[in-house]
């Protein structure tokens, strides 16, 4: 079975640009969340979707968005990127809000 | 404020040696707790402790919850070099997660 699998592995964008970083799901699991790690601090957490309804928001700013598609994947987009957004953007997905999460490999967004 | 707390933040230990790292928290209205395992970049899971589930082992893993002091620890024994990483808290609330800045072991031969 295939784990939580995001996209792209790597990203390097401009200041002011906008970004869509996305995440499939293990299969069966409807529950995904959100999280961005900074170079030696653990995960924020930004969200958490379970039946395409978003169900938890942590502390980031309104140019922080996501969505869950009927077939359970996600996207977290940042508009209006920042220097003090790069960061590796983690996806992880879960059979439901209170079970254990699995984790993909993440994105590394580089903001220039 | 800090809702999760790890320490130490890191530590040097030898194969063979045995570890524990702590956790203590401040949430409202605590559903779980979970420890993770990070070597490169995704977290890997290792146990949940909640209410109902104080107290797991796997292996050479075990973790206690301790819900009157608010705090968890993650015990490892006979530590191999592989033992390497660090080790992340994480507190489920409600609807959010708060993960600790973590504890890095570093296990020499």
């Known amino acids: 079975d295939a784990g939580v699998t995001q996209s792209p592995t790597h990203l390097i964008k401009t200041r002011g640009q906008h970004v869509t970083l996305r995440c499939s799901p293990i299969?069966?699991?409807?529950?995904v969340s959100w999280y961005q790690q900074v170079l030696g601090q653990g995960p924020q957490f930004i969200f958490q979707?379970?039946?395409?309804?978003?169900?938890g928001r942590g502390n980031f700013p309104d140019r922080f968005s996501a969505r869950q598609f009927p077939n359970y994947s996600s996207e977290l987009n940042v508009n209006a990127l920042l220097l003090g957004d790069s960061a590796l953007y983690l996806c992880a997905s879960s059979l439901d809000p209170g079970a254990g999460y699995t984790f993909g490999s993440g994105t590394r967004l580089t903001v220039v | 404020e800090d809702k999760v707390v790890q320490s130490p933040l890191s530590l040097v230990v030898h194969e063979g040696d045995t570890v524990t790292l702590n956790c203590s928290y401040e949430v409202t209205n605590f559903r779980s707790l979970l420890w993770y395992k990070q070597e490169k970049k995704a977290p890997t899971f290792l146990f949940m402790l909640t209410s109902s589930g104080i107290e797991k082992k796997s292996g050479r893993l075990s973790s206690i919850l301790d819900k009157k002091e608010l705090s968890s620890i993650l015990n490892i024994t006979a530590t191999q070099t592989g033992d390497s990483a660090i080790y992340l808290c994480a507190v489920a609330e409600f609807n959010k997660f708060y993960f600790g800045s973590g504890t890095k072991l570093n296990v020499k031969p």
């Open positions: 979707y379970y039946e395409k309804e978003e169900r």
């Open positions: 299969s069966g699991h409807k529950s």
